[in-house]
């Protein structure tokens, strides 16, 4: 009888033939050595393979990854993105308000002159607003 | 897959895709470690957190895509080996070598055995025959590898490596076959070359 090939060997070894296949090679087995001597070392191999699965890796601390913890980390991102934004609005009107306070009627008066042009000039109601120093 | 395991699996998916978080701790209690040895064998210690912690996050943004078509256990696997293959492509890696010092090997090596103070030749011998075959494991190519990890050393029968990997039946009997070949010429010729020369 012709020896089996060598993937049909392995597989054998794993036991992923049909049942009809396995019973040929099994008495193939019977009167072949070379193909026994195969399949020896095949399962010496496999040996080793199931000493290596056995070893335990050293896995770190269980992994902290929830569904809940991916909302977390969202809710922190908007949470920094809102005080990001408040906090530029807030230095954005203090820096208005510094410059305000640094100008005068006059200066407010003089600046409007010179860019007329292009920039018009408020009503009085609004200069009666500001609160001048 | 057998009936109450395909139960058990439908209600976890129902309850993953309600959002329920003890649905989502109980498959990070399940399978992170599993990711984690897997992400090691695969692609090497040196980024596995990070990748299982990959695998992860898509495990979570593809639950909707779940079509129940294999177990959650397939499923996971075929997310974290396309995470560690997409991580290995994206290194342009085709082996462990460059992944991780031979160091770590034998450190792993060492916590396994009894003590290495007390070291019989036997024990020395069988250190060494793991040292080789892992190192041999780590040279295959990357798809012989994926094949050879997910069946001789997670146990996976060939069916379930076939869904994995997305690969036919006959596909993974050959790569199977091919992988062995290469290890055993890598692990022998080891062998020899350690044998004293007369």
Redesign the interface.
């Known amino acids: 009888m012709r020896c089996p090939d060598?993937?049909q060997l392995?597989?054998y070894v794993?036991k992923?033939l049909t049942f009809s296949e396995m019973q040929v090679i099994d008495e193939h087995l019977k009167d072949c050595l070379s193909c026994r001597i195969e399949v020896e070392?095949?399962k010496r191999?496999?040996n080793?393979?199931r000493?290596?699965?056995k070893?335990?890796?050293?896995?770190?601390a269980?992994?902290q990854?929830?569904?809940?913890d991916?909302h977390f980390k969202w809710a922190i991102t908007v949470a920094v993105f809102v005080l990001v934004l408040v906090s530029a609005i807030i230095i954005g009107y203090s820096h208005e308000n510094t410059v305000a306070k640094n100008l005068n009627h006059n200066d407010l008066e003089f600046y409007y002159k010179n860019h007329s042009n292009y920039i018009q000039k408020p009503s009085q109601s609004y200069f009666s607003l500001v609160s001048w120093e | 897959m057998a009936l109450e395991e395909r139960l058990a699996d439908y209600s976890l998916v129902q309850k993953l895709k309600a959002g329920d978080s003890d649905a989502y701790d109980s498959l990070n209690r399940e399978y992170a470690g599993k990711m984690f040895r897997l992400v090691c064998r695969l692609a090497g210690p040196e980024e596995a957190e990070d990748l299982v912690q990959e695998a992860f996050m898509q495990i979570y943004r593809s639950m909707d895509s779940f079509r129940g078509d294999c177990s959650i256990g397939t499923w996971v696997y075929k997310i974290t080996t396309n995470v560690c293959q997409d991580y290995l492509r994206r290194k342009n890696r085709r082996s462990w070598r460059n992944l991780f010092s031979l160091d770590w090997l034998k450190s792993e090596t060492d916590r396994e055995l009894p003590s290495p103070l007390l070291e019989p030749p036997e024990i020395a011998e069988i250190k060494d025959d793991l040292d080789r075959l892992r190192l041999a494991i780590a040279t295959l190519p990357v798809e012989q590898r994926a094949v050879l990890v997910l069946h001789d050393l997670e146990q996976l029968t060939y069916q379930e490596v076939a869904d994995v990997l997305g690969i036919a039946l006959g596909t993974v009997k050959s790569r199977l076959f091919y992988a062995r070949q290469k290890v055993r010429l890598i692990f022998e010729g080891g062998a020899k070359s350690e044998m004293p020369r007369s």
């Not at chain 1, 070893?55 to 770190?60: A, T």
């Not at chain 1, 990854?65 to 809940?68: G, L």
Request: hydrophobic share 45%; charged share 20%; glycine share 8%.
């Open positions: 060598r993937k392995s597989a794993d992923e070392r095949l191999m496999l080793g393979f000493a290596l699965a070893e335990g890796l050293s896995i770190p269980p992994f990854i929830s569904h809940s991916n």
